[in-house]
């Protein structure tokens, strides 16, 4: 029941995610993926240039910390924070801070079990 609320919660639409994309907005160009026009987006990470559907909202401060899933309170607090909580990643760059985040989370669990 756990993962299920915080999947629900995670897809709502949080406006201030599509601030922070928006923002990261640099110049018009070519879709490689299609061949036309779009707005491209720079990767603060890679600075590569992105279509705006590649583009990712990662908080900048963990959703769920090092710590681990502490309180709902925190959880929520945390996931709908304002515009300059938020950076935003292209895909791969984010897939790759989150697969961080989550091998800190596991270290974390082995080094202070319960």
């Known amino acids: 029941m756990t993962s299920f609320i915080k999947s ?3 897809g709502a639409r949080w406006p201030q995610k599509y601030e922070c994309i928006k923002a990261a907005f640099v110049e018009h160009g070519i879709n490689p993926a299609t061949g036309h026009k ?3 987006h720079k990767c603060p990470e890679c600075q590569g240039l992105f279509p705006q559907n590649m583009m990712h909202a990662d908080h900048i ?3 769920v910390g090092p710590e681990g899933f502490k309180t709902w309170d ?3 607090e945390r996931l709908f924070c304002e515009a300059d909580g938020f950076r935003a990643l292209c895909k791969p760059c984010h897939n790759l801070q989150t697969s961080k985040e989550r091998a ?3 270290f974390e669990k082995l ?3 319960l």
């Open 8 to 10: 629900a919660l995670r």
């Open 38 to 40: 779009c707005k491209l």
């Open 61 to 63: 401060v963990p959703v």
């Open 74 to 76: 925190l959880f929520i």
């Open 104 to 106: 800190g989370r596991t």
């Open 111 to 113: 080094l202070f079990p």
